[in-house]
């Protein structure tokens, strides 16, 4: 996103010109406080909101998980980003409308927590001849702690290699010893909701409690419901997404069909098209005309007019037609 003319920023805040002493706040009552923040552009999505609306969809949904990880319940959004739109000025420049944001890595007290950076075999969970990278750029980084010891890499390559060289049976029997099946589930069922093109290479975020068991968690939303990379518009997806090269969420799709369904007849009893388009109308009504149109006139981003609402809407009940018919029927 950096190479986009209006540009994120993370930031931090002190007291003090010297920048010694930290400047901790809440800038929302339900938020903890903190000194680090980050500002989305969003420059790629027409709307400014698909990343943190998603988010408050995906946080509604593990807050129903009966085996939630108890870690999520201490922090702002059950693992999620969580934010709102501000005005930003730069040397009193007007710079556009931002996302005030949590920072990325709230997950709470964990043993381990690994995103993925890459796109080669670890991403999709087949073997890789070195086994995995926690280097920040090949396969995967670290988000806590700082560095990745051997035993988080071993445990990262044990759940990869069960992953790619179990049987039918022992994947079915043993999954639950490498992966909490619980979150891949709804990690499956949400990204395909909200047609997340990523979700199944990068954006995949893995924290342990344990270092035997690894619980899955989506970030970085923006990219879906028909919003492209470069802020173009794609078609809508066909059918259930994300098993055409992630081995775990093919073979996930194939030996826990039944869980899947069950789990996701159970979201749907409240999970309908009208309520993720009330989120968004929300939080489109909460940014508002004015802000829409100053931020057009800043950066001129023609996005609006081929990536609007009434694209989104489109892509929102074409989901669910597409996942009603293979997970309700």
């Not at 995906?58 to 059950?78: M, Q, R, V």
């Not at 909701?193 to 968690?217: P, R, S, V």
């Not at 970085?220 to 990379?229: I, T, V, Y």
């Amino acid at each position: 996103s950096v190479s986009y003319p209006k540009k994120p920023y993370r930031i931090k805040t002190f007291v003090d010109g010297n920048l010694t002493q930290k400047l901790s706040f809440k800038p929302k009552a339900d938020w903890h406080a903190g000194n680090k923040w980050n500002l989305k552009a969003y420059y790629t999505d027409a709307l400014l909101c698909r990343d943190v609306v998603n988010a408050n969809i995906g946080a509604d949904i593990w807050s129903t998980e009966s085996g939630l990880a108890s870690n999520l319940l201490n922090t702002n959004n059950f693992g999620f980003v969580d934010g709102f739109p501000i005005r930003v000025y730069i040397n009193n420049q007007f710079s556009g409308i931002y996302s005030f944001n949590i920072v990325k890595g709230d997950y709470g007290d964990v043993k381990a927590t690994v995103g993925s950076v890459g796109a080669g075999p670890a991403q999709y969970f087949s073997l890789s001849s070195s086994g995995v990278a926690i280097d920040g750029k090949t396969d995967f980084e670290m988000i806590t702690p700082d560095d990745p010891n051997e035993e988080i890499k071993s445990s990262l390559n044990n759940m990869i290699r069960f992953i790619a060289t179990s049987s039918d049976d022992e994947f079915k029997r043993n999954l639950n010893k490498y992966v909490d099946i619980e979150s891949a589930i709804d990690y499956f069922i949400f990204c395909n909701i909200i047609e997340d093109t990523d979700a199944w290479i990068k954006n995949q975020t893995m924290f342990t409690l344990d270092m035997g068991k690894w619980y899955f968690h989506p970030y970085d939303l923006d990219m879906s419901l028909g919003s492209s990379a470069d802020g173009s518009t794609f078609s809508n997806s066909k059918g259930i997404i994300g098993t055409e090269t992630n081995n775990l969420f093919k073979r996930l799709n194939i030996q826990f069909e039944t869980e899947i369904k069950t789990r996701y007849q159970e979201l749907r009893s409240w999970l309908t098209p009208a309520y993720v388009i009330n989120k968004y109308r929300a939080h489109i009504d909460l940014i508002g005309l004015n802000s829409y149109e100053a931020d057009m006139s800043a950066w001129h981003n023609q996005n609006i007019a081929t990536a609007g609402f009434t694209v989104l809407k489109n892509h929102i009940y074409h989901r669910f037609q597409e996942l009603d018919s293979a997970w309700l029927k």
